[in-house]
């Protein structure tokens, strides 16, 4: 069985907390997270994914070759004006990819799970998406949320279906 939340689960929607104790708690929801993470060949997974409401993620952009990015309380200090356009998709809706438009390039800071304060700078690519993305997840916001009405429209189905539990 799966352990992650998927569209229409309302922890999906909620502004997660800030996370303020650094204990065997929180090693254990990152550990959790990574590994659910693997499980499901991802490049990133959010606290509320796995139905926890706390302003966690974690990010793999090398498929297990190197350590995941733990980010605790992420926050976007610096964002590009030039943007790009590329595919996405999320573990929590299955069977869902779509042109997201976003800033190419971020700046992030973030703890650790030991609450040490460490900065991304410039992050480009594929750990710039995820961290956008990710940080979009704390704050209630799905990539859907990104495209046009109409674009969402188009979903309509394929989103009934995730909310009532149809898909493989
Ligand atoms: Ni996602």
Redesign the pocket.
Known sequence: MSELCYYGDPVLRKTAAPVSVFDDGLRALVEKMVEALRNAN?V???AP?VGVSSRVAVIDTEYGEAPPYVLVNPEIVSASDETVTEDE?????PGISLDVKRPAQVSVRAQNEKGEEYTIENASGLLAKALQ??I??LNGI??IDHVSAVQRGLLRGKLKKISAGEFD
Request: glycine fraction near 18%; hydrophobic fraction near 40%.
């Open positions: 991802g990133g997974l959010a994914q998709g999320c573990l929590s809706l993305h990710e979009d997840h799905l990539f």
